[in-house]
């Protein structure tokens, strides 16, 4: 099997001792990793498809990396840095034969993950039984082994490389709340509220009446319980959305008609899904007095591949979920409502630090992983 690629110091190991090496044209990549195959099934998967069949194999152990850390760190970047190939390469996405080039790590839109992509339509049904499936009982002690004590599930923001995830999840809280001018006796509402961090924050720093809204039963019993530690029950509300109908924005703006000062999206937009966007700002327009909405993105040029075919966060973490990039939301907010971008920020270059920070204590908490019944496939994923 031949990869073409631009930047690449990259070995397969076979298990009978034999080596393929495949070293790319440009020699500025100090990168490498090599892959021990243990099943012969992994060219198939990768070769029929692509980057999902990758992730499969790794995930069913049918390769290793020799280096066990670092290889899958130091793929990611090669990878990355070979999609921009010269397109005349393309020619070869279509060939049954041997040859390959990176296309082999671009999804391909099989039959297979067509059915399931449509079958995976992000109802009002469907919401409440991804949200359940993620984040309720049987995951509960997974995510108190890897997040921070705030229990913040997005983004952070660092001023060092060494600082605190508990810290920087504070300041990202922190940054937030500044950026939407909040006053004292204010209505805030969080759509989507988690574990509570923002909330407290909220009330402790401003002053401002709080309401969050959850699919999560686990979620919302955790955030009652921090709020009341913190002395906040009076000046917070959570709202459990038992019945999927409540989710429906006419039932919604029935309830908060024009009643916040703000509304927040904080880590949870993806969730919404490509076909919900506009119902989702049409909503926060009737909700909102004023002010604004805060959300996440992804490069537009990744987003309508991403968003009509398969991919490794479809498949393995939010079923019905779609990573907006700006130009979606901009686009759902302009045809849906009234609102528009008054402040934008990008902290992508905060996300890998928090994302190494979360596998440092992942790896360290191995073990008490795999004791609460959770098995290596379910690591390796």
Request: net charge neutral.
């Amino acid at each position: 099997m031949f990869i073409e690629s631009a930047f690449w110091i990259h070995s397969f190991l076979e298990e009978s001792g034999i080596i393929y090496t495949f070293e790319g044209a440009r020699k500025n990549c100090t990168l490498k990793t090599i892959l021990r195959i243990h099943n012969p099934h992994f060219y198939w998967n990768v070769m029929i498809e692509a980057d999902l069949g990758l992730a499969d194999s790794y995930i069913n152990g049918d390769f290793s990396f020799v280096h066990k850390y670092e290889g899958l760190l130091n793929l990611f970047p090669i990878v990355i840095a070979n999609q921009d190939l010269d397109s005349s390469t393309s020619k070869l996405k279509k060939s049954w034969g041997p040859s390959q080039n990176t296309s082999w790590l671009k999804p391909k839109k099989t039959k297979k993950y067509f059915f399931r992509h449509i079958s995976r339509k992000n109802t009002l049904t469907q919401a409440r039984r991804h949200v359940s499936r993620l984040y309720d009982p049987s995951n509960e002690l997974f995510f108190f082994l890897f997040l921070d004590k705030s229990m913040t599930y997005s983004c952070a923001i660092f001023k060092s490389k060494h600082e605190d995830l508990e810290v920087g999840q504070i300041r990202k809280v922190s940054v937030l709340i500044e950026k939407v001018k909040l006053v004292k006796g204010q209505e805030v509402l969080e759509i989507g509220c988690g574990w509570g961090t923002l909330a407290i924050e909220i009330v402790r720093q401003t002053g401002c009446k709080y309401t969050g809204i959850t699919l999560s039963e686990l979620q919302l019993k955790y955030a009652e319980i921090k709020v009341k530690e913190a002395g906040l029950q009076d000046t917070s509300d959570y709202i459990f959305v038992i019945t999927v109908n409540c989710l429906k924005p006419t039932n919604m703006t029935e309830l908060f008609l024009g009643n916040f000062s703000t509304v927040f999206i904080c880590g949870m937009i993806e969730a919404v899904g490509h076909d919900y966007m506009e119902e989702l700002f049409s909503c926060c327009e009737s909700l909102l007095a004023e002010n604004g909405l805060s959300c996440s993105t992804v490069p537009d040029q990744c987003y309508d591949e991403h968003s009509l075919g398969p991919g490794f966060i479809k498949e393995y973490i939010f079923p019905s979920g779609c990573l907006p990039s700006l130009r979606r939301v901009t686009s759902a907010m302009t045809s849906s409502s009234r609102l528009c971008v008054e402040h934008l920020e990008n902290i992508e270059t905060h996300y890998y630090q928090k994302l190494r920070r979360w596998r440092q204590k992942f790896r360290e908490k191995h073990s008490e992983i795999l004791a609460l019944g959770f098995n290596e496939k379910f690591v390796r994923t």
